[in-house]
């Protein structure tokens, strides 16, 4: 592989479900010239009330199936597999969580109060407390699990009455305890961003960790130079025109109802900014 080529192979995200391309979306506007192999591993979520034993072997898997694919490097976009996985044994390729990017962002804006929201394991499992703690042990950090925001998601229901009143009930208890910054400890909570703002009010921040996320990926990917050639069109080639750019085949894959997959996934790279996402859709077991 010359430097001109770069590395042209994928880069392996994976969630539950469609959660993860929040994560995807990031990805994908910091870095235009990289290929995304995702897998949505829908036929076992959701992962949040699963066992960390469970959840640690559908992880396995999941790392298994991508490298399987010869991806250069993997994402766990999931915040529970992230959370159990914290401990996991090497992998042949590098691989990279949400919780501590997710809780460096945190520490970068909070002044007293961290609120994190997120699955009932994510929560349980303390990992962005302890994450959190490491950079800044002064912060005090308070969970709270919001099992319902997944199915409201995945339902569509981003701007509705009924999830409004879900959102008050779940963030009054934080408020109370007057927490200055929330974490989005899910990623399917940043569908829900302008909502949560809202309740929570203009004095609190909403930290959505994706974007942290990217910035790891793409410093990591340049250290160990892994990085993608840029396709003529993107970033700023003056000489294309917009009828010539290139843009990376994109690979999604699911375990289980392709069809809602679809149309979930154009719902949320959209919502996250991606206009008109062209991927392709492979039904696999894993």
């Keep these: 592989m010359s430097?001109?080529?770069?590395?042209?192979?994928a880069i392996g995200v994976f969630d539950s479900g469609v959660g993860g391309l929040t994560v995807v979306s990031a990805l994908m506007?910091?870095?235009p010239a990289e290929t995304i192999l995702y897998l949505g591993d829908t036929a076992r979520l959701p992962y949040g009330n699963k066992s960390p034993?469970?959840?640690r072997r559908?992880?396995?898997?999941?790392?298994a199936f991508l490298e399987e694919r010869d991806v250069k490097a993997v994402v766990i976009a999931c915040n529970t597999a992230s959370a159990v996985a914290e401990r996991r044994p090497p992998t042949a390729s590098p691989q990279w969580g949400v919780i501590e990017p997710g809780a460096a962002a945190a520490v970068a804006v909070a002044r007293k109060r961290v609120g994190v929201l997120g699955t009932e394991s994510t929560i349980e499992s303390g990992a962005y407390e302890r994450a959190i703690h490491r950079l800044r042990p002064d912060l005090e950090v308070y969970g709270r699990a919001c099992p319902l925001f997944v199915p409201l998601v995945e339902e569509g229901w981003v701007e509705d009455e009924v999830t409004e009143?879900?959102?008050r009930r779940y963030l009054e208890p934080l408020i109370e305890r007057g927490?200055?910054?929330l974490v989005l400890g899910c990623t399917h909570y940043?569908?829900?961003?302008?909502?949560l703002q809202r309740v929570a009010g203009p004095e609190i921040q909403v930290v959505d960790p994706a974007r942290e996320v990217a910035e790891l990926v793409a410093r990591e990917l340049m250290s160990r130079s892994l990085l993608a050639s840029t396709p003529r069109g993107l970033a700023g080639d003056s000489e294309s025109s917009p009828g010539a750019l290139q843009r990376p085949d994109h690979h999604f894959c699911v375990s289980d109802g392709g069809d809602r997959f679809q149309r979930l996934a154009i719902k949320i790279l959209g919502a996250c900014g991606i206009v008109d996402p062209a991927f392709s859709l492979e039904w696999v077991e894993v």
């Design 29 to 31: 506007r910091r870095l």
């Design 58 to 63: 559908y992880t396995q898997r999941n790392v």
């Design 53 to 55: 034993a469970t959840v």
């Design 3 to 9: 430097p001109e080529q770069g590395d042209a192979r």
């Design 179 to 181: 927490v200055d910054t």
């Design 165 to 167: 009143k879900v959102a």
């Design 190 to 195: 940043p569908v829900l961003a302008p909502l």
